[in-house]
């Protein structure tokens, strides 16, 4: 899979500490991937979810978000937002 971009994963990983190394290890497993659909993507990681058009990691325990979209075709995963869980039950990445 192409990641665009790696920079919104650094920019998380500066923003919550905690995240250091989580973060590398999704997308080392993400970007050896070929994924083709949502099932695809439980195989490597099982807690993922489908909000809308997006698909949604749990990150370090359920503590953090990875928001992305995902066009299977190309074989791109679009970053949008790495949250809290917190912020992410406020849904204002819906918007």
Not at 6 to 12: E, G, P, S, T
Not at 66 to 79: A, D, V, W
């Amino acid at each position: 899979m192409h990641i665009i971009s790696r920079k919104a994963l650094r920019d998380a990983e500066q923003q919550y500490r905690e995240l250091e190394g989580s973060l590398d290890a999704w997308y080392r497993i993400a970007k050896a991937a070929s994924w083709t659909c949502l099932n695809d993507v439980r195989q490597t990681w099982s807690s993922t979810d489908a909000v809308d058009d997006k698909t949604v990691f749990n990150i370090k325990g359920n503590k953090y978000r990875l928001i992305t979209k995902i066009n299977y075709r190309s074989q791109t995963i679009f970053i949008k937002a790495v949250l809290t869980h917190a912020d992410y039950d406020k849904e204002v990445w819906k918007k």
